[in-house]
């Protein structure tokens, strides 16, 4: 029971790494409705990122630990999104409203140009962080098996829940949530209405990508490290996790998002760690399948 008990422990930090990936993808994919892997490039690119400055101030310029971690966040932050931004108008917008194909294309290219750039700053090497934040919090006082967390775990998922909680508040009740909703809504009714849904895409983008910048530099406090692979990995299951719960809901994305999260942690847990990527995308594709509407398009 207890050995459950810190499998569901475990699950929390992941299940809202998962939501909050989920959710800023869903804020871009509701006013295009196309597959877009450059989000999950992002994410890894803003970790790398933090990662590659943290260490350059610790090494190099022999700044104290909190504040080479201060740069490498500030780093990652304004590099992840400043990429997001100039993918988003240059790349994205104009093919977004045409052909899909084009866009996944072009997604995949921008995905290898981050992740390049990357290697190429990093030299090709596998930087680590230090551990930080490691203390660990006891939830069951047991001697044999005490069910724990570390700090950063809570911290992150904390961080992670606000960042869901606060995007879904300003979508239901600002005025920039309204233009958003009349664009993935109806892009033409939205136009009719003097809306520019040009410039809401830009915008949705820019969040979209605040957000998977976030949680890449999150992520990369708690592991250590990003790997260059991390980009398509993270893009592909992105894509797939979020619509699980709805792609352009992003809160029921980001809550199908956790089940995931939860599903993949409990499974690595009890059965074969091999086969986990493996199960996840059958039953994703399985209930991908099942539950898959057609619309008829006048």
């Known amino acids: 029971m207890l050995y459950f008990l810190q499998q569901i422990a475990n699950a929390v930090p992941i299940a809202a790494l998962y939501a909050a990936l989920a959710f ?15 989000y999950g490039a992002l994410f890894a690119f803003a970790g790398q990122m933090f990662v590659l400055f943290a260490n350059f101030g610790w090494n190099q310029l022999w700044l104290v630990l909190p504040v080479a971690l201060g ?21 994205m917008r104009p093919l977004a409203f045409s052909s899909a194909n084009t866009v996944v294309v072009a997604s995949l290219g921008c995905l290898l140009v981050l992740m390049e750039t990357a290697r190429l700053a990093s030299e090709t090497k596998s930087l680590w962080l ?54 993935s809504e109806d892009r033409g009714a939205a136009a009719l209405c003097g809306i520019d849904a040009a410039r809401v895409y830009i915008a949705a983008y820019g969040a979209a990508s605040l957000i998977a910048a976030c949680c890449g530099i999150l992520a990369a406090s708690y592991y250590g490290n990003m790997d260059f692979g991390t980009g398509l990995t993270f893009g592909v299951k992105v894509l797939f996790i979020a619509a699980i719960g709805g792609q352009t809901s992003p809160l029921c994305a980001a809550l199908g998002a956790a089940a995931i999260g939860l599903l993949e942690t409990l499974w690595g847990a009890y059965g074969p760690i091999l086969w986990r990527d493996f199960a996840i995308f059958g039953f994703l594709v399985i209930v991908l399948a099942v539950t898959r509407q057609e619309k008829i398009i006048p």
Not at 24 to 38: E, K, M, P, S
Not at 71 to 91: E, K, N, Q, S
Not at 141 to 152: E, G, H, Q
């Open 24 to 38: 800023g993808y869903a804020i871009a994919f509701a006013v295009t409705r196309r597959a877009d892997l450059t």
């Open 71 to 91: 740069l490498g966040a500030a780093a990652g932050l304004t590099l992840g999104v400043g990429a997001g931004l100039v993918a988003g108008r240059y790349v």
């Open 130 to 183: 230090p551990p930080f934040l490691n203390g660990n919090i006891v939830f069951w006082s047991d001697a044999k098996f005490p069910v724990t967390l570390t700090v950063i775990q809570l911290l992150n998922t904390l961080l992670m829940v606000a960042l869901v909680a606060s995007g879904h508040w300003f979508l239901a009740h600002s005025r920039a949530g309204r233009s958003w909703r009349a664009v």
